[in-house]
């Protein structure tokens, strides 16, 4: 028990601290301009790599989710209402990775047309 209350005191210190929000600030102005390179008619090559480096975003904006949930425990992370929106940030882009990994992009821009 001891042992989990040291981790979770790490953890709380680690997303509190200046480097961490930093950190996930240059990911996110990254994602930005990552979204911006997408045009039409871009080549095969690009969008591909566009989507990799996408899908890897998502998985360090999991990472932050998770991390910020160990630190300050579930009630503390919702008092806080950026958790809350990051947090369906986070959920709806797990699910259109999972979806297009699963069904591929078509099937993910019919259920978009049809929504």
């Known amino acids: 028990m ?5 981790c979770r005191r790490r953890l709380y210190y680690l997303v509190q601290g200046k480097k961490f929000e930093f950190a996930i600030m240059a990911v996110i102005i990254a994602n930005s301009a990552l979204m911006a390179t997408s045009f039409y008619g871009e080549p095969e090559d690009m969008r591909h790599a566009v989507e990799d ?13 998770m991390l910020k949930v160990g630190g300050l425990g579930w009630t503390n992370y919702w008092k806080n209402n950026w958790n809350k929106f990051d947090f369906v940030l986070v959920l709806s882009s797990v699910v259109d990775m999972a979806i297009a990994l699963a069904l591929g992009k078509a099937a993910l821009r019919l259920m978009i047309i049809l929504a």
């Open 2 to 6: 001891l042992f989990l209350c040291l």
């Open 53 to 65: 480096l996408n899908y890897a975003l998502t998985c360090v904006y999991v990472v932050e989710l």
